[in-house]
């Protein structure tokens, strides 16, 4: 899909040769979130796990998961990761969608993006044969908890994230295809 904002971005499948800087796009986001205390190794270590290119190409080659990426000017800005057939305990349905990633590079927030991303995944996930899409927030990420509401998600309940050996409060959200 393209759009004409103040800047021209295109949203598109990821293909294997962007790896390498969806990582490192992947690593900023996650600190700029995640690491509002600095950083410690549970943090260094999720984040180096998680966005090597190995990583990220077994993700892209994994069945049923999906990473539709956000370009400027052939340069990734933001990125959005969907898995089908993603069961939760708050949700009873073996066919739901979830929203395992949605970043969007801090210097790019505000500018329609993330819902560019987030239309993108749902639509994929419709075409997946899902009729609900749903994501968990860590409680301690404000922004991202008055976003999906607001995008017509509904509160589940809350659950955990696990990050290493540490336990994250987080919030469940979905939001139910007609
Ligand atoms: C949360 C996050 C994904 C939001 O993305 P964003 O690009 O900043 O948000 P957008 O600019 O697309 O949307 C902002 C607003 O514009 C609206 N908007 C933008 N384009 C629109 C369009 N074409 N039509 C209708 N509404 C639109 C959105 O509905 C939203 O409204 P709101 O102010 O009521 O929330 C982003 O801030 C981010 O990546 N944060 C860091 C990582 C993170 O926290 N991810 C979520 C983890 S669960």
């Not at 796009?25 to 998680?50: K, N, P, W």
């Not at 340069?75 to 057939?85: E, M, N, P, S």
């Not at 949700?91 to 739901?96: R, T």
């Not at 995008?151 to 809350?158: A, F, S, T």
């Amino acid at each position: 899909m393209t759009f004409n904002g103040p800047t021209q971005v295109i949203t598109r499948i990821a293909s294997p040769e962007d790896a390498l800087s969806l990582g490192l796009l992947g690593i900023q986001v996650f600190l700029d979130t995640y690491a509002t205390e600095g950083v410690r190794d549970s943090i260094a270590q999720a984040a180096l796990d998680a966005f090597s290119p190995a990583t990220l190409s077994n993700v892209m080659a994994t069945p049923g998961t999906l990473l539709v990426v956000a370009e400027i000017n052939h340069h990734l800005v933001g990125f959005a990761q969907i898995a089908l057939h993603t069961e939760h305990n708050l949700i009873a349905n073996s066919n739901a969608a979830q929203l395992q990633r949605l970043y969007v590079q801090e210097r790019f927030t505000g500018k329609g993006i993330g819902f560019a991303l987030l239309q993108s995944a749902e639509r994929h996930a419709r075409l997946g044969g899902a009729p609900l899409l749903w994501a968990t927030v860590w409680v301690g990420n404000p922004r991202a908890l008055g976003f999906y509401p607001r995008q017509g998600y509904e509160y589940l309940g809350p659950t955990s994230y696990t990050l290493q050996n540490e336990t994250h409060e987080n919030a469940l959200f979905a939001k139910f295809f007609e």
